[in-house]
């Protein structure tokens, strides 16, 4: 099954047209649509690279070699351009992934190949992912309507992982994604600031988890909307069909 995609192809398209047409910056077309900036900025590179069809719908998920990995990682580090960049030109929807093979590649870990449907990812060796690579993960899988599978895929870790740090993300934000190493002091033993400044945070993460939620509901509504209009043209058409035979 291919990647879901958050923001239609029209929807693309419109803000795209509008920018290039003068009508916005970058950051008033992204405060539109509750994204950033450098999202709107890709589209925009994306459109004058391919024109319309960058934004079509792949019904399939993209096979990655390690090879082919390697050589984008090389032409990344050589200077061959920035992430979004190249995420053009090797045609990949997302410059999220090659970040993360740069990672592994300067960490020395073994970049492998993805291919759809081969090795069990539930069953995938897990690696070591620091706080802030997970907080990357989480946000693409969010970004990507919480397709675990292909997001546990682009960044080489286990189904189980990406779906438990979604979970805990949604619980406790970027802390619930640290490791058990330290011990967090509780509110009661931290100073006034430090307090106030948790209780910011946290209203900030349950103001981000409402929006997602908001979006997924509005989504879900918008499936609902088109059936019913599916559905009451089927019946308009059957309708018509039988008066057309009975004329006959």
């Not at 709107?40 to 391919?50: D, I």
């Not at 073994?110 to 706080?131: F, H, T, W």
């Not at 802390?175 to 002091?185: E, I, Q, S, W, Y």
């Not at 997924?216 to 088109?226: A, D, F, G, M, Q």
Request: with cysteine.
């Amino acid at each position: 099954m291919g990647r879901k995609n958050k923001y239609s192809k029209e929807l693309k398209l419109s803000i795209v047209k509008r920018y290039l047409e003068g009508e916005g910056s970058t950051i008033s077309l992204a405060k539109e649509i509750n994204t950033a900036a450098n999202i709107v900025s890709s589209w925009v590179k994306k459109y004058n690279a391919f024109g319309e069809s960058a934004f079509d719908i792949s019904h399939t998920n993209a096979s990655y070699t390690k090879n082919f990995k390697k050589q984008v990682v090389l032409d990344y580090l050589n200077g061959g351009g920035s992430y979004d960049d190249l995420a053009i030109k090797y045609h990949i929807p997302s410059s999220s992934p090659i970040k993360n093979w740069v990672k592994l590649y300067n960490s020395h870990i073994e970049l492998k190949d993805y291919i759809p449907g081969g090795e069990d990812i539930y069953m995938a060796k897990s690696r070591k992912v620091n706080k802030e690579e997970r907080i990357e993960i989480v946000k693409y899988c969010l970004e990507h309507d919480m397709d675990y599978k292909t997001t546990a895929k682009l960044f080489e870790t286990t189904y189980a992982n990406v779906f438990n740090w979604v979970k805990k993300y949604k619980e406790k934000g970027e802390d619930g994604l640290g490791d058990k190493r330290g011990c967090r002091k509780g509110d009661e033993e931290v100073d006034e600031v430090t307090l106030l400044k948790r209780q910011l945070k946290q209203k900030e993460h349950e103001l981000e988890m409402a929006q997602l939620e908001l979006k997924l509901l509005k989504k879900l509504e918008e499936i609902k909307r088109r059936r019913s209009i599916e559905q009451a043209n089927m019946k308009l058409n059957m309708k018509q069909s039988k008066k057309s035979a009975k004329k006959r």
